[in-house]
């Protein structure tokens, strides 16, 4: 089952299986970033931060055994087999329903915060001090006796009760199914994946996407309602923005009009970094103002040579071509082309 | 402080009526000033004895454990009585939770501890700085070269104790040779100070012990699963790896009416928490664990204790089947013995002790190796900061290897052997005590019939709800109560 979604994660097109690895559990390097815009995959950027390599490998090998996948010196491809199931995984797997809430939120954090507060919130309802309080890091326990505490401990119980009811309306069956028999409380054990897989007939995997997109989607359904019992809660499992707090930084000296060399020397930091931030930055930033740093007359030679396919050459092969370019520039035209076509 | 303060605070504290045999005779010598060593079998309750002396004594409790699972177990328990004055300090906690856990540490009455947070000096600074009255050693048994749960970290507690201003020590485990028990007692001492000892039998006369002999695994799995068919109540199977654990337990699930669950490190925190919960509620008939882990089971009526492997040691065997019974009512521990066990047994051991060749080449290289050799790896680090010479290492590994290879022969010599079994046992630990059998002790051979004799035959299934809850508003009423 993990092998289908790993499957779905290549294309025919060669893609490299480090760089796709990388995008799922989310390391965060500008080259990682870089290829995940390229090949379509930024949204599931993250999607599992504790996902094992030697799983991914080992399954990779599988498909490739299976006929289904193909390596090459570029990297992996779907072969036609592989291309005839994904299309029909398409139809029969379950897919990520808000992709683009994949890496707003810390959501191993969010799942154990939730669940703690939610056994707390019913043991509170039963009048019931002794119980064991399930396993979290000292972080959470803290975090969940601060908003206890910041709460009126009399209404929190219908507080919570009412909004989770209002919530499951939202989702379908499966969702609902899933998010309900994994809450634990004073009469409730809970279930495990696996278990709610088995009486669910899903997979382990599909049983856990589920669940993570239920997540996310109470995390940000929260946020959207002008009053929720959640919303310092989520505050805390919310990640800052995809873009580092560092290239922010360096965004704000470009807008008052420094140069690259002057900002290095006034954060006391390598250039190579600064070019590292800019890089970031056009990722994820749609105003990015690429005329500051490509010329239209290198862009002009650029797409003359390169054409439709941005990554057919190498940089080395570039450079072969236009010996005074550099890396920062050729990099900075192909994200500039990825998004303005 | 007399009997009847000691029940009082026990029934205040705890809410249980009398003691277990050998708490009270530990908490007293430890309350009178005497550091103490106290072996008590498995299920005794060796966490009471701390725990009491520790509410009654001034200052901090520091408890050195050498499981994360049996400390986030123990500070849950804590959780449990609604005493929030345990912390559990390790390598679970991140950077930021444990430097706020160690500025806060004047708050916590109780704190765990693995030995490797201890060579930490952020770690030992601040424990300098509170009142430690009284230093826990559990499982002190991992102290001895001797023994097969050997920690080389656990050879560091004696400095930190000097350091920490020598505070009373108590040593607990659970099983210890008279060889094993001086040597903890050697490896803790304070100058000028003695132990007391308390000694409890690891007799255990409720638990009915037997061996399966099998020629192959196919035979093994038919055995076991029609076994469980007839066992009365719930149990544990123990296996020596992972992956075994899992694969049975879904053959049980698929086999048999019986529910079955695997419970080991690859657990996530949650799913171990919701296992242990079922178990505790009779919703899982089988848990299939690892040694390590089961460790943190906490159930007073465990039925049956099943070795799919067998064990590599007599202390794991005698610690394992120990889980069994807790309530004092009729139990079974049952070993799977088949021809290849040896073999297996000795590649488990090949796989955790470096040998002579891997030891000479990771100290050479270790700049590019360290963080490479897993478990082996980090072994060996322990040795390398010491700077312990090349030579001096392979001579400890030597002997570790001798050691469990000691071990599992006397273990193997145990299944051939054909005296009782209970007898066996007592002899290996230097006991003198004699077992008065009958056919309610032991067998060497399994047969049926003894599930009869025994009263343990199947009379009802424990488990027969279905999991799920359908409906949402059910859930709702087992998680809220209206006001
Ligand atoms: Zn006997």
């Given at each position: 089952?993990?092998?289908?979604?790993?499957?779905?994660?290549?294309?025919?097109?060669?893609?490299?299986?480090?760089?796709?690895?990388?995008?799922?559990?989310?390391?965060?390097?500008?080259?990682?970033i870089?290829?995940?815009?390229?090949?379509?995959?930024?949204?599931?950027?993250?999607?599992?931060?504790?996902?094992?390599?030697?799983?991914?490998?080992?399954?990779?090998?599988?498909l490739?055994?299976?006929?289904?996948?193909?390596?090459?010196?570029?990297?992996?491809?779907?072969?036609?087999?592989?291309?005839?199931?994904?299309?029909?995984?398409?139809?029969?797997?379950?897919?990520?329903?808000?992709?683009?809430?994949?890496?707003?939120?810390?959501?191993?954090?969010?799942?154990?915060?939730?669940?703690?507060?939610?056994?707390?919130?019913?043991?509170?309802?039963?009048t019931?001090r002794?119980?064991?309080?399930?396993?979290?890091?000292?972080?959470?326990?803290?975090?969940?006796?601060?908003?206890?505490?910041?709460?009126?401990?009399?209404?929190?119980?219908?507080?919570?009760?009412?909004?989770?009811?209002?919530?499951?309306?939202?989702?379908?069956?499966?969702?609902?199914?899933?998010?309900?028999?994994?809450?634990?409380?004073?009469?409730?054990?809970?279930?495990?994946?696996?278990?709610?897989?088995?009486?669910?007939?899903?997979?382990?995997?599909?049983?856990?996407?589920?669940?993570?997109?239920?997540?996310?989607?109470?995390?940000?359904?929260?946020?959207?309602?002008?009053?929720?019992?959640?919303?310092?809660?989520?505050?805390?499992?919310?990640?800052?923005?995809?873009?580092s707090?560092?290239?922010?930084?360096?965004?704000?000296?470009?807008?008052?009009?420094?140069?690259?060399?002057?900002?290095?020397?006034?954060?006391?930091l390598?250039?190579?970094?600064?070019?590292?931030?800019?890089?970031?930055l056009?990722?994820?930033?749609?105003?990015?103002?690429?005329?500051?740093?490509?010329?239209?007359?290198?862009?002009?030679?650029?797409?003359?040579?390169?054409?439709?396919?941005?990554?057919?050459?190498?940089?080395?092969?570039?450079?072969?071509k236009?010996?005074?370019?550099?890396?920062?520039?050729?990099?900075?035209?192909?994200?500039?082309?990825?998004?303005?076509? | 402080?007399?009997?009847?303060?000691?029940?009082?605070?026990?029934s205040?504290?705890?809410?249980?009526?009398?003691?277990?045999?050998?708490?009270?005779?530990?908490?007293?010598?430890?309350?009178?000033?005497?550091?103490?060593?106290?072996?008590?079998?498995?299920?005794?309750?060796?966490?009471?004895?701390?725990?009491?002396?520790?509410?009654?004594?001034?200052?901090?409790?520091?408890?050195?454990?050498?499981?994360?699972?049996?400390?986030?177990?123990?500070?849950?328990?804590?959780?449990?009585?609604?005493?929030?004055?345990?912390?559990?300090?390790?390598?679970?906690?991140?950077?930021?939770?444990?430097?706020?856990?160690?500025?806060n540490?004047?708050?916590?009455?109780?704190?765990?501890?693995?030995?490797?947070?201890?060579?930490?000096?952020?770690?030992?600074?601040?424990?300098?700085?509170?009142?430690?009255?009284?230093?826990?050693?559990?499982?002190?048994?991992?102290i001895?070269?001797?023994?097969?749960?050997?920690?080389?970290?656990?050879?560091?507690?004696?400095?930190?104790?000097?350091?920490?201003?020598?505070?009373?020590?108590?040593?607990?485990?659970?099983?210890?040779?008279?060889?094993?028990?001086?040597?903890?007692?050697?490896?803790?001492?304070?100058?000028?100070?003695?132990?007391?000892?308390i000694?409890?039998?690891?007799?255990?006369?409720?638990?009915?012990?037997?061996?399966?002999?099998?020629?192959?695994?196919?035979?093994?799995?038919?055995?076991?699963?029609?076994?469980?068919?007839?066992?009365?109540?719930?149990?544990?199977?123990?296996?020596?790896?992972?992956?075994?654990?899992?694969?049975i337990?879904e053959?049980?699930?698929?086999?048999?009416?019986?529910?079955?669950?695997?419970y080991?490190?690859?657990?996530?925190d949650?799913?171990?928490?919701?296992?242990?919960?079922?178990?505790?509620?009779?919703?899982?008939?089988?848990?299939?664990?690892?040694?390590?882990?089961?460790?943190?089971?906490?159930?007073?009526?465990?039925?049956?204790?099943?070795?799919?492997?067998?064990?590599?040691?007599?202390?794991?065997?005698?610690?394992?089947?120990?889980?069994?019974?807790?309530?004092?009512?009729?139990?079974?521990?049952?070993?799977?013995?088949?021809?290849?066990?040896?073999?297996?047994q000795?590649?488990?051991?090949?796989?955790?002790?470096?040998?002579?060749?891997?030891?000479?080449?990771?100290f050479k290289?270790?700049?590019?190796?360290?963080?490479?050799?897993?478990?082996k790896?980090?072994?060996?680090?322990?040795?390398?900061?010491?700077?312990?010479?090349?030579?001096?290492?392979?001579?400890?590994?030597?002997?570790?290897?001798?050691?469990?290879?000691?071990?599992?022969?006397?273990?193997?010599?145990?299944?051939?052997?054909?005296?009782?079994?209970?007898?066996?046992?007592?002899?290996?630990?230097?006991?003198?005590?004699?077992?008065?059998?009958?056919?309610?002790?032991?067998?060497?051979?399994?047969?049926?019939?003894?599930?009869?004799?025994?009263?343990?035959?199947?009379?009802?299934?424990?488990?027969?709800?279905?999991?799920?809850?359908?409906?949402?508003e059910?859930?709702?009423?087992?998680?809220f109560?209206?006001?």
């Amino acid at each position: 089952m993990i092998e289908d979604y790993i499957l779905q994660m290549f294309q025919e097109d060669p893609r490299r299986p480090n760089v796709v690895y990388s995008i799922i559990i989310g390391r965060n390097t500008v080259s990682n970033i870089y290829w995940g815009m390229r090949y379509n995959l930024l949204d599931y950027f993250g999607m599992d931060p504790q996902f094992s390599n030697m799983l991914f490998r080992e399954n990779i090998v599988k498909l490739q055994k299976n006929k289904l996948l193909d390596e090459n010196e570029v990297g992996v491809k779907l072969t036609s087999l592989g291309l005839e199931r994904k299309k029909k995984l398409k139809k029969s797997l379950y897919q990520v329903k808000y992709p683009k809430l994949m890496n707003q939120y810390r959501l191993n954090e969010w799942s154990e915060t939730l669940t703690l507060a939610i056994q707390v919130i019913s043991e509170l309802s039963f009048t019931n001090r002794h119980y064991y309080p399930i396993m979290t890091s000292e972080l959470t326990k803290f975090n969940i006796k601060r908003w206890l505490s910041n709460n009126v401990k009399e209404k929190l119980v219908s507080q919570v009760h009412s909004e989770l009811e209002l919530f499951i309306k939202e989702l379908d069956t499966n969702a609902e199914l899933i998010f309900m028999n994994k809450l634990i409380g004073h009469q409730l054990n809970g279930l495990t994946n696996k278990q709610l897989a088995i009486e669910l007939t899903l997979s382990e995997i599909e049983t856990d996407l589920i669940y993570r997109d239920t997540m996310n989607y109470f995390a940000s359904w929260i946020e959207q309602q002008e009053q929720s019992v959640f919303k310092e809660l989520v505050q805390l499992i919310r990640n800052k923005g995809i873009i580092s707090e560092s290239a922010q930084d360096t965004m704000k000296f470009i807008n008052a009009g420094l140069s690259v060399n002057n900002i290095a020397r006034k954060r006391q930091l390598k250039k190579s970094t600064i070019n590292e931030h800019l890089l970031e930055l056009a990722m994820f930033d749609d105003k990015f103002p690429y005329q500051l740093f490509l010329t239209s007359e290198l862009v002009g030679i650029l797409t003359k040579i390169i054409g439709g396919n941005i990554d057919q050459y190498s940089f080395q092969e570039i450079q072969e071509k236009i010996p005074e370019i550099d890396f920062f520039d050729y990099r900075l035209y192909q994200i500039y082309r990825s998004k303005n076509g | 402080m007399t009997t009847i303060n000691l029940k009082e605070k026990l029934s205040e504290y705890f809410g249980f009526e009398s003691f277990m045999s050998g708490q009270e005779e530990t908490i007293k010598t430890v309350l009178s000033g005497h550091d103490t060593l106290s072996v008590l079998p498995t299920g005794t309750g060796k966490s009471l004895c701390y725990q009491l002396a520790g509410y009654l004594m001034n200052g901090t409790t520091l408890i050195v454990s050498p499981l994360l699972s049996l400390i986030q177990d123990q500070v849950s328990q804590f959780n449990f009585r609604g005493n929030g004055v345990a912390i559990g300090l390790t390598s679970l906690l991140s950077y930021s939770e444990k430097k706020y856990v160690l500025k806060n540490i004047n708050a916590y009455k109780f704190i765990y501890l693995s030995p490797e947070m201890l060579s930490q000096v952020e770690v030992t600074n601040a424990l300098k700085s509170i009142n430690v009255s009284l230093f826990v050693v559990d499982e002190a048994h991992c102290i001895s070269t001797w023994g097969p749960d050997f920690r080389p970290d656990y050879l560091n507690l004696n400095n930190v104790i000097a350091e920490l201003g020598e505070p009373l020590i108590l040593a607990l485990t659970a099983t210890a040779t008279p060889r094993i028990q001086d040597d903890i007692v050697a490896q803790l001492i304070m100058p000028n100070r003695s132990f007391n000892k308390i000694i409890r039998s690891v007799n255990r006369e409720n638990i009915f012990l037997s061996t399966i002999k099998v020629n192959d695994e196919f035979e093994k799995n038919e055995q076991l699963l029609g076994l469980l068919n007839k066992l009365d109540g719930v149990g544990i199977i123990y296996f020596s790896s992972k992956k075994k654990a899992n694969e049975i337990s879904e053959l049980i699930n698929q086999h048999t009416k019986l529910k079955s669950e695997p419970y080991h490190a690859d657990l996530t925190d949650t799913a171990r928490y919701i296992v242990q919960q079922q178990f505790m509620m009779n919703q899982i008939d089988v848990i299939c664990a690892t040694s390590a882990f089961g460790m943190g089971i906490n159930k007073k009526d465990i039925r049956y204790v099943i070795h799919y492997h067998m064990p590599a040691n007599f202390e794991s065997y005698v610690q394992e089947f120990g889980r069994a019974g807790r309530d004092g009512q009729q139990s079974i521990a049952i070993v799977f013995s088949q021809v290849n066990d040896l073999f297996l047994q000795r590649r488990l051991i090949d796989l955790t002790i470096p040998d002579a060749d891997f030891i000479k080449l990771y100290f050479k290289k270790h700049a590019e190796l360290v963080g490479l050799g897993e478990e082996k790896g980090k072994l060996l680090d322990y040795y390398y900061e010491k700077h312990d010479t090349v030579d001096q290492v392979q001579a400890l590994f030597r002997q570790r290897k001798i050691e469990k290879e000691i071990g599992l022969q006397s273990m193997m010599a145990f299944i051939d052997s054909n005296q009782c079994r209970k007898q066996e046992i007592l002899r290996h630990f230097g006991e003198s005590k004699v077992v008065q059998h009958d056919k309610s002790c032991c067998s060497v051979v399994f047969t049926e019939k003894t599930l009869e004799v025994i009263g343990l035959e199947k009379r009802r299934n424990v488990t027969d709800e279905k999991r799920l809850i359908q409906s949402s508003e059910t859930i709702m009423t087992k998680l809220f109560q209206k006001s």
